[in-house]
């Protein structure tokens, strides 16, 4: 038979200072520490993937020229005659500047509620498809005139409007991976 000679006290945790006194007295309980040896990793929040893309920045590029397209068709309308082009006559910088905007805000606010995605994807479709129309009605009527100031707005709303449709379509992709991931 084997035979151990262990001692059995149980063993204090004493103060490096000296204070608590020995053993006799009314001292606290043993102190122990858990420290752990690996990480365990956090719960993923909702549509992690997706905002760890930066949508939010893509939104508020899509909102401040949405602003601008708004506004270059207010002046636009207010300066040059409704009869002269297709731009004023179908105020497609004021209506895809709205809806920018609208599209635009709602994408920014998927951080705060996820539910938001399906709307958000159908806001940006639809904004593609009206930015879309606006581009060949912009196309259409872009002529050199002897106007040169009304000429260079055409231009200009032009270009703010396909930059819309790029940001509207990155976007776009984006969503429909989300929406794609998180049906699987």
């Given amino acids: 038979m084997a035979k151990a000679n262990i ?6 945790h004493e103060d490096p200072a ?3 006194g020995g053993r006799g007295g009314d001292e606290g309980p043993l102190i122990k520490y858990y420290r752990a040896s690996e ?3 956090g719960a993923v929040p909702v549509m992690h993937g997706l905002l760890r893309k930066g949508p939010a920045a893509c939104a508020a ?3 401040s020229s949405g602003i601008l397209s708004f506004g270059i068709g207010v002046v636009f309308a207010a300066s040059f005659g409704i009869n002269n082009n297709l731009l004023t006559l ?11 905007v609208v599209a635009g805000i709602m994408s920014n606010l998927l951080y705060k509620s996820p539910g938001l995605l399906q709307t958000c994807f159908v ?4 904004c593609l ?3 879309g129309v606006g581009v060949i009605l912009l196309a259409v009527d872009l002529q050199p005139a002897a106007d040169d100031i009304q000429y260079k707005m055409e231009v200009l709303v032009l270009c ?8 509207a379509a990155v976007l776009i992709y984006w969503f429909y991976r989300e929406r794609r991931d998180h049906k699987q």
Avoid: C, H, K, Y
Avoid at 90 to 100: Q, S
Avoid at 123 to 126: F, L, T, Y
């Fill in 61 to 63: 590029v899509q909102t």
């Fill in 160 to 167: 703010v409007t396909l930059m819309d449709m790029l940001i």
């Fill in 123 to 126: 806001a940006n479709i639809v």
């Fill in 39 to 41: 990480a365990l990793p």
């Fill in 7 to 12: 001692a059995m006290e149980i063993q204090r």
């Fill in 90 to 100: 179908f105020r497609v910088p004021i209506i895809t500047g709205i809806m920018f």
């Fill in 129 to 131: 498809v009206v930015s």
């Fill in 18 to 20: 000296g204070a608590g």
